[in-house]
């Protein structure tokens, strides 16, 4: 069974910084968009930022200059460099990524369990 599995949320003032990684694993074959999302209570999930096999980036615009998205391929793992935290970008942030699994043709998106990261004022 595929998993995503994330790590890196926490606590942080305004102003700070963290990172966060997700990996894939398990029964891959290969690995191509993979991105980052986010959700608050009552809110729709959004795109943070996402990064296509070949390294190619795009952002929302809340968080363009402050975060940047990179990936080893090698390593099946995606991460998110956040700085310059804000209280707005309080949410619960989700890996996701579309995945061939080993023994299939047919590719499918996946989604992680989600960590959360708080930034205080």
């Known amino acids: 069974q595929v998993q995503l599995v994330e790590s890196g949320g926490g606590l942080v003032q305004a102003g700070g910084s963290l990172r966060l990684s997700c990996a894939a694993s398990?029964?891959?074959?290969?690995?191509?968009?993979m991105g980052w999302y986010r959700q608050t209570p009552g809110k729709q999930r959004e795109l943070v930022a996402g990064?296509?096999?070949?390294?190619?980036?795009n952002y929302a615009d809340s968080v363009k200059g402050r975060f940047t998205i990179s990936r080893d391929n090698a390593k099946k793992t995606v991460y998110l460099q956040m700085n310059s935290l804000k209280p707005e970008d309080t949410a619960v942030y989700y890996c996701?990524?579309?995945?061939?699994?080993?023994?299939?043709?047919?590719?499918?998106?996946?989604w992680g369990q989600g960590t959360q990261v708080t930034v205080s004022s």
């Open positions: 996701n990524a579309d995945i061939r699994p080993l023994g299939t043709t047919f590719t499918y998106n996946y």
């Open positions: 398990r029964n891959i074959f290969s690995v191509n968009d």
């Open positions: 990064i296509t096999t070949g390294g190619i980036t």
